[in-house]
């Protein structure tokens, strides 16, 4: 089978840096993505580590063990406008499929 | 910039009643893909689709749910006969099937059905 978990919500103060977690259990895994839906919006790409290592977008960076099913977004200098929800997504070895976890809710407090 | 466009944004609908959801996929593409979000819930896979066959589908993409691409841009969802549960946002996404596998989601087509 295939599960992702991820923190169902997390709340940080603007200005400061948060992670959110992701371990998965999947068998033909190729990559981890993160995505990022505001309320009533689609989900956005953020970030992708097909790699171990660490991967940096401006504020948003990602990292991925794949000897601990792992992986993890870092937001830094948080401000209000990050307030969504954050899903990690993984890859299969072929594009054709790409599940995502349940999604941790992001609160940022001024 | 490109982007995937879903058509209805709203159906309202009776139970029992066909629904097709309509999407332009980016036109450089090669897989496109189907996912359902019910509200306050996960994003769950539902079918990718590539070279005009279904690549994958999910234990949701039951007998009632079908895909076609009827022509060069248009990739279709079709609920036939449509359940209260089938309430739901409905993404199209899709993707170059790079390494990337960054897939990019049209502004999802809501549908409710009473």
């Known amino acids: 089978g295939q599960s992702l978990e991820q923190p169902s919500e997390v709340t940080a103060v603007e200005g400061a840096i948060v992670q959110i977690n992701c371990t998965y259990q999947?068998?033909?895994?190729?990559?981890l993505s993160w995505y990022q839906q505001h309320d009533g919006g689609a989900p956005t790409f953020l970030s992708y580590?097909?790699?171990?290592g660490l991967e940096e977008t401006g504020r948003f960076s990602s990292f991925l063990s794949r000897s601990d099913s792992y992986g993890y977004l870092l937001l830094q200098e948080l401000q209000m406008k990050d307030s969504a929800s954050y899903f990690c997504?993984?890859?299969?070895?072929?594009?054709?499929?790409?599940?995502f976890g349940s999604g941790t809710r992001l609160s940022i407090r001024p | 910039e490109p982007e995937v466009t879903q058509t209805p944004s709203h159906q309202v609908t009776q139970m029992g009643q066909e629904v097709i959801l309509r999407c332009v996929p980016i036109?450089?593409?090669?897989?496109f893909y189907w996912y359902r979000q019910i509200l306050g819930q996960k994003v769950e896979f539902l079918v990718s689709?590539?070279?005009?066959?279904?690549?994958?589908k999910s234990e949701i993409f039951d007998d009632q749910f079908s895909v076609e691409r009827p022509d060069g841009s248009n990739f279709t969802l079709k609920i036939r006969s449509t359940k209260l549960e089938d309430s739901a946002m409905y993404f199209c996404?899709?993707?170059?099937?790079?390494?990337?596998?960054?897939?990019?989601f049209g502004e999802g087509s809501w549908l409710t059905v009473v």
């Open positions: 996404a899709s993707s170059q099937g790079n390494s990337g596998n960054t897939i990019y």
């Open positions: 999947t068998s033909g895994f190729y990559g």
């Open positions: 580590n097909g790699l171990d």
């Open positions: 997504a993984v890859s299969y070895s072929s594009a054709s499929k790409i599940i």
């Open positions: 036109s450089n593409h090669l897989y």
């Open positions: 689709f590539y070279n005009n066959e279904i690549s994958e």
